[in-house]
Structures are given as structure tokens and as C-alpha cells.
């Protein structure tokens, strides 16, 4: 998983100090000064960010920024904030996972389009991550050491048995058939 990233903004001091910091820190640091720097950075870059300013050089419209309003502030207390923060976007990157028409939301395990909802098991939602994230067609060995951790060569008929129960889930709920398919090759959405 990549590791997430704090875009300080406008904050020279801060960065300063959380680049000092920065070994024993869970995130990743940049230092912006621009606003069309920022604004223009390669979202996939920094897929997971957060960007820290204060309260003059909020960003309109931008989702995942953190506004420090008191400072000077203990490191502490910024590091908690920065964490809550991270997390609160981690949540809701997770409650809206685009595949295909449908909506996979991890944190309620529930898929859905414009009309329905479906409840999902937790191993249903990783299959469905896994199998949407590969560009190729998964065997069921691919999917036995991914998704189930087993890196063993015993013949067993799980992963067949889940996906053959989430295809006729999301057939008796949706009348979708092709949600997930079968080739020689294996499974793919």
C-alpha cells in the first residue's frame, strides 16, 4: 500500500520541523508555496494526501485539506490532528469505489447501482477488489495466494464456491450476469 502524503501549503515552519520528523513519521511530506503548483500535481502521485494550510490559504473546494487554525500548536497535537485526518480520508475514499455501475462501499460491505443494494461478505468485497485492480484474468491459484493468503498447491474448490455464490448474489439482486466472468484464464470483471 502506498504510504500516504501531508501537502504542507503555505506553511514553511511546519515543514521545517515535520521534515526533521520525518523518519518517524507514517507519511510521506511536501512543501507547496505555489497554488498552481498544487493544484496542478499529479493527483496519482500522491493518491493518498491530505493538505495541511491555515485558515488564509484555505482551497476552495478541495475535499481532503486539513485547516490548522491555532498555531503555534505543539507537534503532538498537529501529528494527532494529521492522523484523524488521514483517517477520515481513507473512510471515505472507502465508502465510494467505482466499478463498472456499481458503487462498493467497504466500510458498509455493500455494492450497489442507482436503484439497489446489496450486502457483501468481507471476503466477497476483497475478490471483487482483487479481480477489479488486475488487467488480466486471475486463475484460482492467483486468487487462493492473494485474496486467501494460501500459498499452498492443495486442491480445494473455495474459490470456485465463493465466486459461484457472489455471481448468483449479484444476479438474483441486479439480473447482471457479467459482473464477473470466466475465461480459460480465469476470473475478471
Do not use: A, C
Not at 485547516?67 to 492522523?83: A, F, M, Q
Amino acid at each position: 500500500m502506498n504510504k500516504q502524503s501531508i501537502l504542507i501549503f503555505k506553511l514553511p515552519e511546519l515543514f521545517k520541523i515535520l521534515n526533521e520528523l520525518k523518519d518517524h513519521l507514517d507519511f510521506n511530506i511536501y512543501n507547496f508555496d505555489e497554488k498552481k503548483e498544487l493544484l496542478n500535481l499529479d493527483k496519482k502521485k500522491y493518491e493518498n494526501y491530505l493538505i495541511l494550510t491555515n485558515p488564509q490559504n484555505q482551497i476552495e473546494d478541495e475535499k481532503f485539506q486539513l485547516i490548522l487554525n491555532k498555531l503555534p500548536d505543539s507537534i503532538y497535537s498537529i501529528v494527532e490532528k494529521i492522523n484523524v485526518g488521514l483517517l477520515k480520508q481513507k473512510y471515505s475514499k472507502q465508502s465510494d469505489v467505482l466499478i463498472g455501475k456499481y458503487s462498493i462501499d467497504i466500510n458498509s460491505r455493500s455494492i450497489k447501482n442507482t436503484h439497489q443494494s446489496l450486502k457483501l461478505t468481507h471476503r466477497e468485497i476483497q475478490i471483487i477488489l482483487f479481480l477489479n485492480q488486475s488487467k488480466f484474468p486471475q486463475n484460482v491459484e492467483n486468487l487462493q495466494k492473494k485474496v486467501w493468503g494460501h500459498n499452498s498447491n492443495l486442491e480445494t474448490h473455495t474459490v470456485e464456491t465463493h465466486i459461484y455464490r457472489l455471481r448468483k448474489k449479484i444476479f438474483e439482486k441486479f439480473k447482471d450476469n457479467s459482473f464477473i466472468n470466466s475465461t480459460k484464464k480465469g476470473y475478471i470483471i
